[in-house]
Every structure is written in structure tokens, then in C-alpha cells.
């Protein structure tokens, strides 16, 4: 059973716009939370994160918001650029007892920034 | 950038045959992860190593064994590769602590014949 979601294979979004990417998780121990981006032929590079007792986390153009009762999180690109094109994932991790658990990955939203 | 190598980057082998990934840091870092990601199922855990000679297995390691016997090596073997297998491997670091966020390496692509 798949744990973090990301529901929207694909996002076309205007050059300038906001980008909102989605993310729906079912794990209630999920206690951290990452954004991942990946270029095409490149490993993921790390974008933003949230812990749960945080809402909102904020840094520059991007801004990651955390509902917690709802198990949603959602990252905000404004502006957005060309050079955000690339696929985004959404990560979650659970801290069991003492002892940090995996990351759980989504399987990826593919962002279009159109010039 | 984090201080990570795969190699091979590009292999092409056949079904049955044994293959190894390696993967080299520089970082130190305690942790070490090997994913798969494949179209529709994003990146999946195979493996990882919480230190020299500890791992433990992911969501999908059945085919795949590891071996750590330093610290900065972590090796994936396919004892005998299945087309099932063919994949984008990416190798990933990470210190020690909760918050600890991957450094990933740029990724091995395996076709299996």
C-alpha cells in the first residue's frame, strides 16, 4: 500500500505562475517530511523540508505547507521558471522508538515551466 | 556537491548474468542507501547500511544482495540479473541524525537483455 502519494503525474504550469505540487500521505508516524527535485540524467537533489510541528516552511521562491489532520502537504514554486522543469518528489519519514526510519518516496509530479 | 560515485554509470548485460554497482563516498557519512526508480513507481528502497557490515533490507530487495566493508563503499549485486531488474540505481548518503536528508548519486542505468 502505497504511503505518500502524489496523485498528478504531470503539471503544466506559465512561466511567472505558481506551481502548487501535492502530496497525500497515510502513515499518522510520519513525523518529517521532504521535497526532492530531479533533473533527467541527474540524482535528486535535495529541495526543501518540513517537520511536523510546523505548518509552513519557507525559502525564497519555494514554500512547503504541512496539514497535518488532513495528511497533506503541498510545495508552492513562485515564481515559477523554466529551470524548475524537472520531477518533483515528495518524501516522508517516521521516527520509531528512537530509531529514524526510511525515507518513503512518492512516485513524482514531472513540472512544466512554460516561457 | 556531496562527494558520491557510481560506476558503472551504463551497463548492458543478459539475463542470468551476476552484476555489481558500487558506490564511493568521500563524506564519512554513516548511512548509505541503494534505490531503484522506474516509471510509475518513483524511487523504492532496495537496501541500506546504517555502518561497516550493517544492512538491511528495503521494500523490494528480494534479488539483490549488499556488502559494506568500509565505510565509503557500498556494493548492490544481482546474482543473476532478470529483465524485471533493468533500472535507474541511484546510491545515497546521509549522517547520522532524524532530520538527515539524502545526498544521491547521479544514478547507474542497468538494461538486462
Known amino acids: 500500500d502505497q504511503q505518500v502519494k502524489q496523485n498528478s503525474p504531470s503539471l503544466s504550469v506559465q512561466e511567472g505562475r505558481i506551481s502548487i505540487l501535492n502530496c497525500d500521505y497515510t502513515n499518522s508516524m510520519f513525523d518529517y517530511f521532504l521535497w526532492y527535485k530531479k533533473y533527467p540524467a541527474e540524482g535528486p537533489t535535495f529541495l526543501i523540508s518540513i517537520s511536523s510541528i510546523k505548518d509552513k516552511n519557507e525559502d525564497g521562491r519555494f514554500t512547503v505547507f504541512l496539514n497535518k489532520s488532513a495528511k497533506h502537504l503541498s510545495l508552492h514554486i513562485v515564481p515559477s521558471q523554466p529551470g524548475d522543469s524537472a520531477v518533483y518528489f515528495c518524501?516522508?519519514?517516521?521516527?520509531?522508538?528512537?530509531?529514524?526510519?526510511?525515507?518513503?518516496f512518492g512516485k513524482g509530479t514531472k513540472l512544466s515551466v512554460k516561457p | 556537491d556531496a562527494g558520491i560515485t557510481q560506476s558503472p554509470r551504463h551497463k548492458v548485460t543478459e539475463t542470468g548474468t551476476p552484476v555489481t554497482l558500487r558506490c564511493h563516498q568521500t563524506?564519512?557519512?554513516?548511512?548509505m542507501y541503494w534505490y531503484r526508480q522506474d516509471p510509475g513507481h518513483g524511487l523504492r528502497l532496495i537496501h541500506y547500511?546504517?555502518?561497516?557490515?550493517?544492512?538491511d533490507k528495503g521494500e523490494v530487495s528480494d534479488g539483490y544482495s549488499v556488502s559494506r566493508s568500509k565505510t565509503e563503499d557500498f556494493l548492490l549485486t544481482l546474482e543473476s540479473a532478470t529483465s524485471s531488474q533493468t533500472s535507474v540505481y541511484f546510491c545515497a548518503i546521509s549522517d547520522s541524525g532524524h532530520t538527515g536528508e539524502l545526498f544521491f548519486g547521479e544514478g547507474s542505468r542497468l538494461t538486462v537483455l
Open positions: 563524506e564519512n557519512h554513516r548511512y
Open positions: 518524501a516522508a519519514r517516521a521516527f520509531y522508538g528512537g530509531s529514524q526510519g526510511n525515507l518513503i
Open positions: 547500511s546504517y555502518g561497516v557490515k550493517d544492512t
